[in-house]
């Protein structure tokens, strides 16, 4: 028996990329799957593949920056499975650009799927957390978070939100609840579909193609973190390619 057996997880950004890859690794160690994204067909063939496999998986629409949508998802997962174990805030956004773009929407964009997203899903989960005396919080943040590099001024204040946030949340959850951040470097998803500069994408691109790795790799990084023991409470964790500096 596996540490994920019998878990309920709430994943958001379930569709594609680290969260599709993460949710089929929980529900093939026998966790029960909640899954949120904004693409219902993508949601409805995730859901259909586990449940082909043997495993045991919901899905709701969620768009990460409607508070409601966040409420509804944990709500799902505690009237279906009974409780809630982990909360996976993994959606986000990076159309990156220069500053001197002005592409304010773009801006707009990340700061609302980002950080408020991620705040919305602490919103949702910790009173359930709090009601039941256990739960875990994933926040998904990045390398960016880390080290800021040109171009990409927005995205990364965005993950250091996600850092900060997630660090003042662990000193506040006491002895019942754990934290955990997970900061990818690149990763091979589709992530570039949302950015607006040519330029960017372009750039973005070539350098995934040159050393990306698998969402895989970052779903088995979150898996290790939510199969510790109760007592055990890993903070963070960063993965990226060999090659990424």
């Known amino acids: ?105 773009d801006w707009e964009e990340m700061i609302d799927i980002n950080i408020k997203g991620v705040l919305y899903g602490i919103a949702a989960a910790l009173p359930v957390f709090r009601k039941q005396g256990f739960g875990h919080f994933v926040n998904t943040a990045s390398t960016a978070g880390i080290t800021v590099h040109p171009n990409m001024a927005v995205y990364a204040g965005t993950k250091f939100a996600v850092r900060a946030i997630s660090e003042g949340l662990r000193q506040e959850a006491g002895d019942k609840l754990r934290v955990t951040i997970i900061s990818p470097g690149f990763v091979r998803t589709d992530f570039t579909e949302s950015m607006t500069s040519p330029e960017m994408k372009a750039q973005i691109r070539d350098s995934m193609d040159k050393m990306a790795i698998s969402p895989d790799a970052i779903a088995r990084a979150i898996v290790f973190a939510i199969e510790q023991p109760a007592d055990v409470d890993v903070g963070e964790i960063i993965v990226r390619p060999t090659p990424q500096s």
């Open 1 to 105: 028996m596996s540490g994920s057996e019998g878990k309920v997880v709430v994943i958001t950004g379930a569709s594609s990329g680290i969260g599709e890859a993460t949710a089929l690794l929980l529900a093939e160690r026998g966790a029960k799957v909640v899954l949120g994204a904004r693409g219902l067909d993508r949601l409805e063939a995730l859901a259909d593949r586990i449940a082909r496999a043997g495993g045991g998986a919901v899905y709701a629409r969620t768009d990460v920056k409607r508070r409601e949508d966040l409420s509804n998802l944990v709500t799902l997962a505690c009237e279906r499975y009974g409780k809630l174990d982990v909360l996976v805030n993994n959606a986000g956004s990076m159309p990156v650009s220069p500053l001197d773009d002005l592409r304010v929407e």
